[in-house]
């Protein structure tokens, strides 16, 4: 067992060691000149200057690749170009609003999902499994940035029930947690669908009807534990969609997260604070989905063999 | 004869297009005409979905759109599937130091959340059609690599290989010819998905305003446009949205429909 958590430790290391690389090489993909990019052609030489150097741009790039791993080290991501604050500090006061909008989403997600796909399984072929099945097919198909105008114009606009953006109001969080989370709720009723139909085949379900078990509890104490867990694999694969999805969203509906913070940040062109929203978003992914694996080796045993 | 009707609707949608794609330019009279008496109109018997903002024909600029959608998602699907398949199949063939590098390299691009990479790398490239497609390569074509290394891994090892490579077949020859034909249908089924996400991932980088640039149309720019007009007209975030939607359903059923035909099992869903 500590073996294995030892091996998933040390290649989630390198992976993270290999996003950081491509992170920081980003920042060279810029076509021409970066520092010309971020102030523009009218910019004086003397600033021109100043601002590589304050980059280290003017440095060799293996240089800038140490200096680089040495600041993340001691979560220096560098200095926003527009007002100059740590981008690590910037980080740190929109990361909170993201965490919490992709928790509702996945909440939300998980509410609307399993009931969906367990009952769409226990009646195979009704037309509530067809609905459900929609559902789940126009889920997945419904873009994201289109869903949030639509709810906006239908539940802020039309009904007035909700505020059309920010997130002063606690009812603020509900059409973009709908809006994040309507995707995810489509796949994994799909999954839970198909992971509940292969357990209902198995012998022991079969067991438990015989010893006289109510359906109820065949199929919510027996069937769905050990539907779950392929489902929750997929989870945390899954969870990219989500915090991808998380950039669009909160642009849709002005929610001060990381992921708006990336597209300001890209229309300003201040690329440290687009590296570091990168990067940012991409250890919580990578560090979700190594607890994900080692949780599901201690939930079960036979994953520990293989 | 309704089941046949459905069964043949995905055809039809996505048949019409490829044709809005290849014919659009043609049947768009004026998607860039901006006349301002007209701003906003309704939908109308001689402008069928109605004007934007700027009094532009909202029809005419869905086809321009269907256009610049179609070309990235087919773009996308083929560079990303062609790089992605030969880096996958040669490190599943190479085996050895070769195969764990480059398993590696794609598991650290797999680190990368959904369409985060593409959003960063289309706002580093800069706003363009070309930039879009390459973003999305660079993003997409760990899914064939992975795919088809999976695939050659275990044809690898069959008796047709072993009596090709015993007749002097070069491993180039014995790959191109011996094993991807027979790792094809998984990865035919992962381009069909390929090409809804790459309709949809155009459309969002658009939203964004880092797709195509204007005034040339885009379905996730005219979304992103007439957000700001949704309570008075309605039609412009609906055509849009509706058509990226549709499209997408159609292609993610056909994909459906390809993989219980080819039977082969992904994790695309």
Redesign the interface.
């Known amino acids: 067992m500590l073996g294995q958590v030892s091996t998933r430790l040390g290649?989630a290391l390198?992976?993270?060691l290999?996003?950081c690389?491509?992170v920081f090489l980003?920042?060279h993909?810029?076509?021409g000149d970066p520092v010309e990019a971020m102030l523009g052609e009218s910019a004086q030489p003397a600033d021109r200057a100043a601002l590589r150097a304050s980059l280290g741009l003017d440095q060799p790039l293996a240089t800038q690749y140490r200096r680089y791993l040495v600041g993340l080290l001691s979560l220096d991501l560098g200095r926003s170009f527009q007002d100059q604050r740590a981008v690590s500090e910037i980080l740190g006061e929109r990361l909170p609003a993201t965490l919490t909008l992709a928790a509702a989403a996945l909440l939300l997600a998980l509410l609307l999902a399993v009931p969906l796909g367990v009952f769409a399984a226990r009646r195979r072929g009704s037309s509530f499994d067809a609905g459900a099945m929609a559902f789940s097919?126009?889920g997945?198909?419904?873009?994201?940035?289109?869903l949030g105008?639509?709810l906006?114009?239908v539940f802020s606009?039309w009904l007035g029930w909700t505020p059309v953006s920010g997130s002063d109001d606690p009812a603020s969080l509900v059409l973009p947690a709908v809006t994040l989370g309507t995707a995810l709720a489509a796949?994994l009723a799909?999954?839970v669908r198909a992971s509940v139909l292969e357990v209902l085949g198995e012998d022991y379900i079969r067991t438990a009807r015989a010893k006289g078990l109510s359906e109820p509890a065949v199929l919510w104490r027996h069937a769905l534990r050990n539907a779950w867990l392929p489902v929750l694999t997929?989870l945390g694969?899954q969870?990219?969609?989500?915090?991808?999805?998380a950039?669009?969203t909160e642009?849709?509906f002005a929610w001060p997260g990381v992921g708006s913070l990336?597209?300001e940040a890209?229309?300003a062109r201040d690329?440290p604070v687009?590296q570091g929203?990168?990067l940012l978003?991409?250890l919580v992914?990578?560090l979700v989905n190594t607890l994900t694996d080692l949780a599901y080796a201690g939930v079960d045993p036979r994953v520990a063999f293989r | 004869m309704q089941m046949r009707l459905v069964r043949l609707l995905p055809f039809a949608i996505v048949g019409l297009w490829a044709l809005a794609a290849l014919l659009g330019p043609l049947l768009a009279t004026a998607p860039d005409r901006i006349d301002l008496p007209r701003i906003l109109a309704a939908p109308s018997p001689s402008l069928p979905l109605g004007t934007d903002d700027l009094g532009r024909p909202v029809l005419d600029r869905l086809l321009v759109g269907s256009r610049t959608s179609f070309v990235v998602g087919v773009g996308v699907v083929a560079l990303s599937a062609l790089v992605g398949s030969l880096i996958g199949a040669t490190a599943g063939f190479a085996g050895g130091w070769p195969d764990l590098v480059i398993v590696r390299i794609i598991d650290v691009f797999l680190a990368f959340p959904g369409i985060l990479l593409a959003i960063a790398l289309a706002g580093i490239l800069g706003p363009g059609l070309g930039n879009v497609i390459v973003a999305l390569s660079v993003v997409g074509w760990v899914g064939y690599a992975r795919l088809a290394r999976a695939q050659v891994l275990s044809l690898k090892v069959r008796d047709h290989v072993g009596a090709a490579r015993a007749l002097g077949v070069r491993p180039p020859r014995l790959l191109l010819r011996h094993l991807l034909p027979l790792a094809l249908a998984p990865l035919v089924v992962e381009a069909t998905f390929g090409i809804a996400a790459a309709v949809i991932a155009e459309a969002g980088l658009s939203f964004l305003g880092l797709g195509v640039q204007p005034p040339t149309a885009s379905w996730g720019s005219m979304i992103r446009d007439g957000v700001a007009y949704m309570l008075v007209a309605p039609h412009l975030v609906l055509a849009p949205g509706l058509a990226v939607m549709l499209v997408v359903l159609a292609v993610n059923l056909l994909g459906d429909r390809l993989r219980d035909r080819l039977d082969v099992r992904t994790s695309a869903a």
Do not use: D, K
């Open positions: 290649a390198v992976v993270i290999g996003v690389t491509l980003l920042i993909l810029v076509p097919l126009i997945v198909s419904m873009p994201n940035f289109w105008p639509l906006i114009l606009l796949i799909r999954m997929l694969m969870l990219g969609g989500l915090l991808g999805g950039v669009i642009t849709v990336l597209v890209i229309q690329f687009v929203c990168v978003i991409s992914y990578v």
